[in-house]
């Protein structure tokens, strides 16, 4: 293993120093000519593969149900509850991932939703060369159960004609999973992209394999038509940080157990100091002599790497560089080192946190992104066999609202067609509503300042539900009360600065609300106008409102004290005047009592009763002399 000071390199042979093994090419040429030929020709081509490569062609692929029940009967009952207990662990985990649906009304009387549905059809290429892979089995078939995948399809590379590994039928078994094809290689994954024989044409293909099957993947899922794939597949490669602290035998032997995966494993050491790394290296060479697949572990070694670290900073830099499958860290504050890493497959953190765990049991999925891939993609999850699907529905008042900001956006983009389309509907709705196919009165209004981003939607004619999150709960509480006693549904969301003091959420969210009144009012057509409520209690509130279209403000009484929760009390007159100001509405406030907390949820109660009387639609006329409220 070639060691190398972290300090002494610069950042060119910083990234020399960590690029993994160039690929010669031949795996790719050769998994183009077998997937080229097999989508030409089909079963014969798939047959003449596997009894060259794989040792067996049967009549069909699919392995029967019968030996799956032999492989189980055979097995030692201690492996079972192995093979169990690990998939519960990782089923456990799993589920709590997955796509949720939701649906937001993103403007009044248009709402926007997703769906989350998983693919049809998912294949899992499980390894089974030269060690069956019983836990890629698991890590990728439980995420595919939880997704709800209809059809699930397992190709293992058959033991000659022995057929596939009696371990990795017995696990199917066990797990739930009764889909297998006797098939490996390059040979199985273009099978999968085109339906051949009688495997199933994939949706998407899912598991690691060899260079060739890696190939295979990339290839196929760039033709036009072809299958997904999950992530960038490579070798395999680890990445231990260790200090004076670390168990030097501990950190030989994570390192062992990924170099013993195959001969182009890349392993690399970040070690604080060159005593750790002679530590390290002599407990690698005593643990070696042991290993039954010494050759390939010594083989990976031949590709691997020590770098000498001292600064926790420095190893935090190269993790991040070389963005590695697999990170165990084995310091003395392995928290804190885990923290500055953000491009790792899996993470493993402090000195009882081995890779092993994670292969096995431990929970998380062991199928993770090579290659320094771990920068751009995570493992595989439930999520990764899902997809989603928006749906979008807008009524008659919907399109009205949203067609102002479509039309001027497509004809910015010199889209014609786009604005036609929506203002063929802003049209219709309007005419349909001026010939008294009123629709809903509602609006939508977006505010953003210096300090808030807020987003609003009101809707005059549906009582609820209200949403309110400004992030000052008491006054949250009172915009509540206000939409609950109004009878009206309200919509509030606000990123506000709210560091230094409230004050400017208030005022804006206030602003926002009365513009958005205004809006769903429109032209005020058969309303009542004006509005009383004067509830008793040992507070007494009152509020009258006329919504003319004259702003004027009138706030009477003295609410002692500084604040009620995070909204502090000289807001209460401020709130209304804003209102006022925006609706353009005269609105007089009057309140009497000695508790602030009741004094003020007294003044916002009798506003939104006031509300709701002003709002009341009574006929058609506008009411005033004047034909017009102005």
């Not at 600064?311 to 993790?319: S, T, Y």
């Not at 009144?517 to 057509?525: F, M, P, V």
């Not at 003319?548 to 002692?560: D, N, Q, T």
Request: proline share 5%; with cysteine.
């Amino acid at each position: 293993m070639k060691t190398l000071n972290w300090a002494d390199l610069d950042q060119d042979q910083r990234v020399a120093a960590l690029a993994r093994p160039e690929e010669t090419g031949a795996a790719a040429g050769a998994a183009r000519d077998i997937v080229d030929a097999i989508r030409a020709q089909g079963e014969p081509a798939l047959r003449a593969y596997a009894a060259r490569l794989d040792g067996h062609a049967p009549e069909q692929f699919r392995v029967p149900e019968a030996a799956f029940d032999a492989a189980l009967e055979a097995m030692d009952p201690a492996d079972q509850e192995a093979i169990k207990a690990a998939a519960d662990a990782v089923r456990r985990f799993h589920v709590k991932q997955g796509y949720s649906a939701y649906e937001v009304e993103t403007w009044s009387g248009v709402k926007a939703s997703r769906r989350a549905t998983p693919v049809d059809v998912a294949a899992l290429y499980v390894p089974a060369g030269s060690a069956p892979l019983v836990s890629s089995l698991i890590m990728l078939a439980i995420p595919a159960q939880l997704a709800g995948v209809p059809r699930i399809a397992v190709v293992a590379p058959p033991n000659g004609s022995d057929g596939v590994n009696a371990a990795l039928l017995a696990a199917a078994k066990l797990i739930g999973i009764d889909e297998v094809y006797a098939v490996g290689g390059a040979q199985a994954i273009a099978a999968l992209a085109f339906g051949v024989a009688d495997i199933p044409r994939a949706d998407k293909i899912f598991g690691p394999g060899n260079a060739y099957v890696a190939a295979a993947k990339a290839y196929v899922t760039a033709l036009p038509g072809g299958p997904a794939v999950d992530l960038p597949a490579g070798p395999s490669e680890v990445m231990v940080a260790a200090d004076t602290s670390a168990d030097a035998g501990f950190v030989a032997s994570d390192l062992l157990s990924q170099a013993e995966h195959d001969a182009n494993a890349q392993v690399v050491l970040l070690a604080d100091a060159e005593a750790t790394a002679r530590a390290v290296m002599a407990e690698v060479e005593t643990q070696l002599d042991t290993l039954p697949r010494a050759d390939i572990a010594r083989a990976a070694l031949e590709n691997s790497l020590c770098l000498v670290c001292p600064d926790e900073g420095d190893m935090a830099e190269a993790a991040n560089l070389y963005a590695a499958e697999h990170l165990i860290i084995q310091t003395a504050n392995p928290e804190t080192l885990a923290d500055k890493v953000r491009h790792a497959g899996s993470i493993f953190v402090g000195r009882w946190a081995p890779e092993a765990a994670g292969d096995y049991a431990a929970g998380p999925n062991h199928t993770l992104p090579t290659g320094g891939s771990a920068r751009a993609y995570g493992g595989v999850t439930v999520e990764a066999f899902q997809k989603t699907t928006t749906i979008l529905r807008a009524s008659k008042a919907g399109a009205r609202n949203l067609a102002p900001t479509v039309e001027r956006l497509a004809a910015l983009e010199g889209l014609d067609a786009h604005r036609i389309a929506m203002a063929k509907r802003r049209e219709t709705a309007s005419e349909e509503t001026a010939t008294g196919q009123r629709g809903p009165r509602a609006a939508a209004r977006r505010r953003k300042t210096a300090e808030t981003d807020i987003a609003l939607s009101i809707n005059l004619d549906r009582d609820g539900p209200n949403r309110i999150d400004t992030g000052v709960g008491y006054f949250d509480h009172m915009l509540d009360q206000i939409a609950r006693h109004a009878g009206i549904s309200l919509s509030i969301d606000v990123e506000g600065d709210l560091e230094i003091d409230a004050h400017h959420t208030i005022e804006d969210v206030c602003l926002t609300f009365g513009e958005a009144l205004a809006e769903a009012l429109g032209d005020k057509r058969g309303i009542a106008r004006f509005g009383f409520e004067l509830p008793m209690d040992e507070t007494r509130a009152g509020v009258w409102i006329d919504l003319s279209g004259r702003p004027y403000a009138k706030f009477e009484g003295e609410i002692l004290g500084d604040r009620v929760g995070e909204f502090p009390v000289e807001m209460t007159a401020h709130a209304f005047r804003s209102i006022a100001e925006s609706l353009k509405a005269a609105v007089h406030v009057k309140v009497e009592g000695d508790n602030a907390h009741h004094m003020i949820e007294g003044c916002f109660k009798a506003f939104g009763r006031a509300l709701r009387q002003a709002v009341r639609v009574e006929g058609d006329r506008l009411p005033s002399t004047k034909e017009h409220l102005a």
